[in-house]
């Protein structure tokens, strides 16, 4: 089992930026591909951004590549997500995620997720 639990939402301005955490419990956090996704009520959860276990690669949704950057420091037990140049579009509840088997980019593929952390984008 692996607990993981968000931070760093909040209200920003449209052009700002946020850096997002998610913090893991568990020795073996560095054996999990991790993702970050959102959701919106009434919307099916997107896809965001994900990460290897090994940190060798990094995959973006189009709509965030060039402005968000997913990174993960496994002595820490810690997945980032910085988003900058954000837009109002992009405000959601964003999830962390782990996933034990084999990269995907599909929700459905995750096994452990966090409890989500607000980001709201004011234009």
């Known amino acids: 089992q692996v607990q993981l639990v968000e931070s760093g939402g909040g209200l920003v301005q449209a052009g700002g930026s946020l850096r997002l955490s998610c913090a893991a419990s568990?020795?073996?956090?560095?054996?999990?591909?991790m993702g970050w996704f959102r959701q919106v009520p009434g919307k099916e959860r997107e896809f965001v951004a994900s990460?290897?276990?090994?940190?060798?690669?990094?995959y973006y949704a189009d709509s965030v590549k060039g402005r968000f950057t997913i990174s993960r420091d496994n002595a820490k037990n810690t997945v980032y997500l910085q988003m900058n140049s954000l837009k109002p579009e992009n405000t959601a509840i964003y999830y962390c995620?782990?996933?034990?088997?084999?990269?995907?980019?599909?929700?459905?593929?995750?096994?452990?997720w966090g409890q989500g952390t607000q980001v709201t984008v004011s234009s």
């Open positions: 995620a782990a996933e034990p088997d084999h990269y995907s980019r599909s929700p459905a593929a995750y096994d452990y």
């Open positions: 568990g020795r073996t956090f560095r054996n999990y591909n």
């Open positions: 990460i290897t276990r090994s940190a060798g690669y990094t």
